[in-house]
């Protein structure tokens, strides 16, 4: 029998999956589509800060750049967009249009050329004249906005007055085109525009919409109640600038058909253009001094030129406005013998206006070419054009008939003699004395339509001893294209409705602008000294672009530093 084998005990163990060694050093695994998500959300993560990084450094380029583009200090003015409009536009006239094209369309954007910073908020270039405080005394002269299509955007560029016109009664063409012709080496002009004008009617369209729209904005609607408000003075701003410390000049003249042998005739065109305009205007220039429309020139002689500004200083009386415009008559360089220039400030005198404005084109050409310039042989047939000519080389005739006409204004008006029965020992208005009796004032007041303030501000005129000698070499030439100058210290809003001017300028010197080469500011301090109270550019803002006054004011302000 054999022995039974030995029973093998089994126990059993739950059973427990492996996992393999090189697994339990990291973490399980997710499951797939959660391993997608949290790869796309890391994704975006860095999309959104990219983005981020992107868009403010976009914002800040665009902010600095739109800062720069708009600062009229900034060069690419100058050294680029002057120069590009030139290469685009061959035609000097073209150019012109482009440009006021693109101001008033960047300006419906807000995108427009501005002084940025109030450089002028320290009151340093402060200037009284006619009874207000200007910003400073530079100004743009007529010719660069000839329809009153961009008043607002040029008060923009900094000058303390802008220039609208010159504008005829009737819409007129001008002279046939070319009629604008550059001479790049000089800076320099010539122009035989021959006032081409939209008329009065369309221009003072401008101007009023202009007005509404200002009372509109400053919530006192849009309707005739709104526009009187605004310009009576109301709104608190010159009713021509619509702008604290500036003023808006109109310039009128008459229509190429007018004869000038037909006095009356020339007056009621004068005084249509003032009937329109003068509403909108802080100061209404009289021009008869343009190169280019036949005979207007012979209005300068006394007798003409006294029959036009009195009637100017009527029909100003008429505005329907609680404040005049004061006026100004625009006279030419050429007209520079000591007989023209007495003549033209006699008919001043005699019919209350408020000052002159000393230049405009000149007829004359640079002979010999000015020292420093460099004529290709292309500009040098230029010179032959006919036409007025502007430019830089103009500064010294300019400077030298500033003096001529401020020291002839105040001298006062004409010696007048008492009556031969008079017994008077009192001492007559003179050269001498500044000073006229009582009598004779009265007797003027009596005979003719000199304004009050303007018999009596001769006594207290001074009578500076300034040279009235042209230097030797200022026959070449005299001011700018449609430029305005003038000097004196008074601008006074006439309120009165009689038939000669409310003597708000009472004591004061008649006004003197001055004009024609004017592109520095050391030159624009220089005019000043000699009697002007404003110095007006046309051709430098045309080369130097919209950045030009903001770079004469800061010129002025150095050289004043300089000197203390």
């Given at each position: 029998?054999?022995?039974?084998?030995?029973?093998?005990?089994?126990?059993?163990?739950?059973?427990?999956?492996?996992?393999?060694?090189?697994?339990?050093?990291?973490?399980?695994?997710?499951?797939?589509?959660?391993?997608?998500?949290?790869?796309?959300?890391?994704r975006?993560?860095?999309?959104?800060?990219?983005?981020?990084l992107?868009?403010?450094?976009?914002?800040?380029?665009?902010?600095?750049?739109?800062?720069?583009?708009?600062?009229?200090?900034?060069?690419?003015?100058?050294?680029?967009?002057?120069?590009?409009?030139?290469?685009?536009?061959?035609?000097?006239?073209?150019?012109?249009?482009?440009?006021?094209?693109?101001?008033?369309?960047?300006?419906?954007?807000?995108?427009?050329?501005?002084?940025?910073?109030?450089?002028?908020a320290?009151?340093?270039?402060?200037?009284?004249?006619?009874?207000?405080?200007?910003?400073?005394?530079?100004?743009?002269?007529?010719?660069?906005?000839?329809?009153?299509?961009?008043?607002?955007?040029?008060?923009?560029?900094?000058?303390?007055?802008?220039?609208?016109?010159?504008?005829?009664?009737?819409?007129?063409?001008?002279?046939?085109?070319?009629?604008?012709?550059?001479?790049?080496?000089?800076?320099?002009?010539?122009?035989?525009?021959?006032?081409?004008?939209?008329g009065?009617?369309?221009?003072?369209?401008?101007?009023?919409?202009?007005?509404?729209?200002?009372?509109?904005?400053?919530?006192?609607?849009?309707?005739?109640?709104?526009?009187?408000?605004?310009?009576?003075?109301?709104?608190?701003?010159?009713?021509?600038?619509?702008?604290?410390?500036?003023?808006?000049?109109?310039?009128?003249?008459k229509?190429?058909?007018?004869?000038?042998?037909?006095?009356?005739?020339?007056?009621?065109?004068?005084?249509?253009?003032?009937?329109?305009l003068?509403?909108?205007?802080?100061?209404?220039?009289?021009?008869?001094?343009?190169?280019?429309?036949?005979?207007?020139?012979?209005?300068?002689?006394?007798?003409?030129?006294?029959?036009?500004?009195?009637?100017?200083?009527?029909?100003?009386?008429?505005?329907?406005?609680?404040?005049?415009?004061?006026?100004?008559?625009?006279?030419?360089?050429?007209?520079?013998?000591?007989?023209?220039?007495?003549?033209?400030?006699?008919?001043?005198?005699?019919?209350?206006?408020?000052?002159?404005?000393?230049?405009?084109?000149?007829?004359?050409?640079?002979?010999?070419?000015?020292?420093?310039?460099?004529?290709?042989?292309?500009?040098?047939?230029?010179?032959?054009?006919?036409?007025?000519?502007?430019?830089?080389?103009?500064?010294?005739?300019?400077?030298?008939?500033?003096?001529?006409?401020?020291?002839?204004?105040?001298?006062?008006?004409?010696?007048?003699?008492?009556?031969?029965s008079?017994?008077?020992?009192?001492?007559?208005?003179?050269?001498?004395?500044?000073?006229?009796?009582?009598?004779?004032?009265v007797?003027?007041?009596?005979?003719?339509?000199?304004?009050t303030?303007?018999?009596?501000?001769?006594?207290?005129?001074?009578?500076?001893?300034?040279?009235?000698?042209?230097?030797?070499?200022?026959?070449?030439?005299?001011?700018?294209?449609?430029?305005?100058?003038?000097?004196?210290?008074?601008?006074?809003?006439?309120?009165?409705?009689?038939?000669?001017?409310?003597?708000?300028?009472?004591?004061?010197?008649?006004?003197?602008?001055?004009?024609?080469?004017?592109?520095?500011?050391?030159?624009?301090?220089?005019?000043?000294?000699?009697?002007?109270?404003?110095?007006?550019?046309?051709?430098?803002?045309?080369?130097g672009?919209?950045?030009?006054?903001?770079?004469?004011?800061?010129?002025?302000?150095?050289d004043?530093?300089?000197?203390k």
């Amino acid at each position: 029998m054999t022995s039974a084998a030995p029973m093998r005990v089994l126990r059993l163990r739950p059973s427990v999956p492996r996992v393999p060694s090189s697994a339990r050093a990291f973490p399980p695994r997710l499951p797939a589509r959660h391993a997608s998500t949290a790869a796309t959300d890391a994704r975006s993560a860095v999309t959104r800060t990219k983005n981020l990084l992107y868009g403010t450094a976009l914002t800040l380029a665009l902010s600095f750049g739109y800062l720069y583009v708009t600062d009229t200090r900034a060069g690419i003015h100058q050294w680029l967009v002057t120069p590009a409009l030139r290469q685009i536009y061959p035609d000097g006239e073209d150019a012109h249009h482009a440009g006021t094209a693109i101001l008033r369309a960047l300006y419906s954007f807000g995108v427009h050329p501005r002084e940025r910073g109030s450089p002028d908020a320290a009151g340093d270039l402060e200037v009284e004249i006619f009874g207000q405080t200007l910003s400073n005394p530079i100004a743009t002269s007529a010719g660069i906005d000839k329809g009153g299509e961009v008043p607002t955007q040029l008060l923009a560029l900094g000058p303390a007055i802008v220039e609208v016109g010159g504008v005829t009664p009737l819409p007129q063409a001008g002279n046939p085109k070319p009629r604008v012709f550059r001479l790049p080496s000089q800076n320099a002009l010539i122009n035989r525009y021959g006032f081409n004008s939209e008329g009065a009617e369309m221009v003072a369209m401008r101007l009023r919409h202009r007005v509404r729209e200002f009372a509109y904005h400053m919530g006192f609607g849009i309707d005739d109640e709104a526009e009187r408000i605004v310009l009576d003075g109301e709104a608190g701003v010159p009713p021509g600038s619509l702008t604290p410390g500036r003023l808006m000049a109109v310039q009128i003249t008459k229509n190429k058909e007018t004869s000038e042998h037909d006095i009356e005739a020339v007056k009621r065109d004068y005084s249509f253009c003032v009937k329109y305009l003068g509403k909108y205007a802080d100061i209404i220039v009289v021009n008869v001094s343009s190169p280019n429309t036949p005979g207007l020139r012979a209005l300068q002689n006394v007798e003409p030129l006294t029959h036009i500004l009195r009637s100017v200083v009527k029909a100003v009386n008429e505005v329907d406005r609680k404040t005049k415009p004061v006026i100004m008559v625009k006279v030419s360089p050429d007209e520079d013998s000591e007989e023209q220039v007495s003549g033209i400030c006699e008919a001043v005198w005699e019919s209350g206006v408020d000052g002159v404005i000393v230049g405009n084109t000149t007829m004359k050409r640079p002979d010999p070419l000015p020292k420093g310039y460099l004529l290709p042989k292309h500009e040098a047939n230029i010179l032959l054009e006919q036409g007025g000519y502007s430019g830089p080389q103009m500064f010294q005739r300019t400077l030298a008939l500033v003096k001529r006409y401020r020291t002839t204004l105040d001298h006062g008006p004409k010696q007048v003699q008492p009556p031969p029965s008079s017994t008077s020992e009192k001492p007559v208005a003179g050269h001498s004395t500044g000073e006229e009796p009582a009598t004779s004032i009265v007797e003027k007041l009596e005979s003719s339509n000199t304004p009050t303030g303007d018999i009596l501000s001769s006594a207290a005129s001074s009578m500076p001893n300034a040279s009235t000698e042209l230097p030797k070499d200022s026959d070449q030439l005299s001011s700018n294209v449609d430029d305005l100058s003038e000097s004196g210290p008074t601008l006074s809003f006439q309120s009165s409705p009689d038939a000669t001017p409310a003597p708000t300028t009472l004591g004061l010197r008649k006004v003197i602008f001055a004009t024609g080469g004017i592109t520095n500011g050391t030159q624009a301090r220089e005019v000043l000294a000699a009697g002007a109270s404003v110095a007006m550019v046309y051709t430098a803002l045309i080369y130097g672009g919209v950045g030009t006054i903001s770079r004469i004011k800061e010129e002025m302000r150095d050289d004043a530093k300089k000197e203390k």
